[in-house]
């Protein structure tokens, strides 16, 4: 680090000297010579007055380089902030959700090994499918919908209670996401609706796409009004934001009993 510290400050007295040069030359150039200044090159020798032209073309260059320098640097440092900042709202994503599949697998195996078996079997694919697709900048939208079909069995299967779970699909087999975004709003579906209710829950999913858009809608139904502003929300936002600037609507509709959430990416 000290090492890297002197070289800066021997950079920055370099480039100090070769910028003072033409000050210095010009002030005894007005002060001492009935020339007006070396910038006119008035009575020189014409190599003289090249070596001038081609020193300050060197320091514009120069300026130029160091410039353009720096824009890079700032670029690149922008970016890095961006896909650190990727990475953490990633890692936030379902955390609590698999502790809680943990818990309860540890209560059902005694009770039903096979029913525990297969439930091992799905969290661990949904597992892999976070740790090592989810580190991906985009994943099959087929990959996707696999993900979140995993997780609705395990609710399923977790639940001691009837539940209505309609998933409904018509994608594109070559297209494309950024993975782990739908996952937010059908946790949250589960959360403020099916868990809360008693009887009667119920959760429909849409997941279409087009030429020029991605459009997933998911409605569920609830007991009470809940605040909806919560970290998953929040995180949801804020990668969209990262991600798709400009190019996605994120809605949502509130009416007695019945929460939609609509999001369309372009």
Known sequence: ME?????????????????????????????????QSILFLGGYPPKV??????????????????LVR???FISKL????????????????????FFNMLNNLYGLVAKDA??????????????????????????????????????????????HKEISVDFDCDVYENKKVVP???IILLENAFKHGVENLRKDAYIKMSLTTSQNEIRFTIENNY???????????????????LIYPNL????????????QVQLILK
């Not at 650190?84 to 890692?91: H, I, Q, R, S, V």
């Not at 525990?116 to 939208?141: C, F, H, N, P, W």
Request: glycine share 2%; aromatic share 12%; hydrophobic share 45%.
């Open 70 to 72: 720096q824009i890079v």
């Open 114 to 159: 096979q029913k525990a078996q297969e439930l091992i079997l799905k969290l661990s694919d949904m597992m892999r499918y976070s740790i090592y697709e989810g580190e991906k900048e985009t994943v099959m939208l087929k990959e996707e919908i696999s993900f979140l079909k995993n997780y609705i069995e395990l609710h399923k299967m977790r639940y």
């Open 3 to 35: 090492v890297i510290k002197r070289s800066i400050k021997w950079i920055v007295i370099a480039l100090l000297v070769i910028a003072i040069i033409p000050i210095l030359i010009t002030t005894y150039e007005v002060i001492f010579t009935k020339n």
């Open 223 to 241: 007991e009470k009004a809940e605040n909806s502003s919560g970290i998953g929300l929040k995180n949801l936002k804020r990668r969209l934001e």
């Open 180 to 182: 782990l975004l739908f």
């Open 248 to 259: 996605h609507e994120l809605t949502f509709s509130i009416r007695e009993h019945v929460y």
């Open 49 to 66: 007055a090249f070596l001038v032209v081609a020193y300050y073309l060197f320091l514009l260059s120069l300026g130029i380089f160091w």
């Open 78 to 97: 922008k970016n890095e902030k961006t896909k650190a900042e990727l990475l953490f709202l990633k890692n936030q994503v379902s955390p609590h959700f």
